[in-house]
């Protein structure tokens, strides 16, 4: 592969992983009192858990403008490919562990595990691609 498809494919993956994450950022911490009863049957009662997750949705937005950033700006994109690697991993091995100690879950969450390796492998070529 050239350098330009491979400084396309990681814009295309940075902006297409981008999008995919806005609606489940906004499905854990919108309003987690209805998306997480109706999604998982998860009942948010109380101000820390809706906390937790309103953070995470924080994590997730905040780790997406970075991405879109990377996805334009040449200087960032491998930052952005970086932390993109480790985010995506770090989501799935705590998906592993907790199928390990806690069995499985949801379908969705077992989707999002899939999704999960499936980009961190993706984006973990296209680093050693432009190394």
């Known amino acids: 592969m050239n350098k330009s498809t491979v400084e396309k494919l990681q814009k ?32 948010v009662t109380g101000i820390n858990l809706a906390h937790i997750l309103r953070a995470v949705m924080g994590l997730y937005l ?11 700006k040449v200087q960032l994109r491998q930052a952005a490919l970086y932390s993109l690697v480790v985010f995506m991993f770090g989501l799935a091995a705590g998906r592993i562990l907790s199928i390990i100690i806690d069995g499985i879950p ?3 969450l077992i989707i999002y595990l899939l999704l999960e390796l499936g980009f961190g492998t993706l984006g973990l070529l296209l680093v050693k691609k432009s190394d």
């Open 12 to 43: 295309v993956l940075l902006l297409f992983v981008s999008v995919g994450l806005i609606p489940i950022a906004l499905g854990y911490g919108l309003v987690p009192a209805k998306s997480m009863d109706y999604l998982f049957g998860i009942s």
């Open 62 to 72: 905040a780790l997406v403008i970075f991405w879109v950033i990377g996805a334009y």
């Open 106 to 108: 949801h379908w969705l």
